[in-house]
């Protein structure tokens, strides 16, 4: 679940672009068997492939269209080292990120926030980012696909039964069922938006109703909160907060509906035809005009 959005620009550029013409070369020999590129692009394709396509074109159409100067990735780094401080290499191995993936995902962040420079941000949503993003979360869930199930746990939680037994025994995300649903402690920019939201709206130990996401259903439960360490004045961090609000509004989605449909995009992989399909709906331009 803690996958921010350079992550998955980096997971899709080692997913399908390093399999772009899988074959019978072989990625992984055992003694149980090989892995070829073909076997391991099929897997990835049908865990995260429309997500994934997703972040390569939109990368690609971004670099086309805008321009990102080595100094730009180069001062934006810099300031990245300076909140980090010592800690700097511990967050880069605990992300599982190198330096250079790193700025790769500087540049691709670099890229959106130029997409997206004439998105209006109002004074009331930068505070409310603020007020978000100044604290930390510590919080469990449950994920599943299927929203009866969901509610169905839902009250089992609100009837006392207990949250680590249910995560263990129904979420999805296996990564945290195995520890009872613990996500440890997260901040915005985290969680996708949704969960978020729905997260910080939580009262401590207050048990979500079903929080759809491109994931499927969760159910969260906030442990605790705390204040982030030196995050620093309103004024300090009104800049930052003003591009990281333009890159999730939903003018970002309208922006790349727009740069999409200026591409022309084929997909040539008859399972990945409907990747863009939420993009380049007919309606998309009324959905957002309404909201």
């Not at 100067?69 to 909140?83: M, P, S, W």
């Not at 979500?208 to 961090?237: A, C, F, N």
Request: include cysteine.
């Amino acid at each position: 679940m803690k996958k921010t959005l350079f992550a998955l620009t980096v997971a899709a550029s080692l997913g399908l672009a390093a399999c772009s013409n899988p074959g019978d070369e072989v990625v992984v020999s055992t003694n149980v068997g090989d892995i070829t590129q073909e076997e391991f692009y099929n897997t990835v394709k049908d865990i995260a492939g429309d997500q994934l396509l997703q972040q390569v074109v939109i990368e690609k159409i971004l670099n086309d269209k805008y321009k990102v100067t080595d100094e730009e990735v180069a001062e934006e780094l810099k300031g990245v080292k300076e909140q980090y401080g010592e800690g700097y290499e511990a967050a880069l191995a605990e992300s599982k990120l190198t330096e250079d993936t790193l700025k790769t995902n500087i540049r691709f962040s670099l890229l959106q926030q130029k997409a997206v420079a004439d998105v209006e941000v109002t004074d009331e949503e930068i505070q409310h980012y603020y007020d978000q993003a100044s604290k930390e979360l510590n919080a469990r869930h449950i994920l599943v696909e299927d929203e009866a199930l969901a509610k169905e746990l839902v009250k089992k939680l609100k009837a006392g039964e207990d949250f680590a037994k249910l995560a263990k025994e129904n979420s999805t995300d296996t990564g945290s069922a195995e520890k009872g649903g613990d996500l440890g402690w997260f901040t915005v920019g985290t969680m996708v938006p949704e969960f978020n939201d729905a997260a910080y709206a939580l009262e401590k130990n207050e048990i979500s109703e079903p929080v759809k996401t491109d994931y499927g259903y969760h159910i969260i439960q906030v442990l605790d909160t705390r204040d982030v360490k030196d995050y620093g004045t309103l004024e300090d961090k009104k800049e930052e907060i003003t591009e990281a609000i333009k890159a999730t509004k939903g003018d970002w989605d309208t922006k790349m509906a727009q740069l999409l449909k200026e591409a022309k995009i084929e997909v040539k992989d008859a399972d990945l035809k409907g990747a863009f399909s939420g993009y380049l709906s007919e309606d998309k331009s009324e959905k957002k005009s309404d909201k």
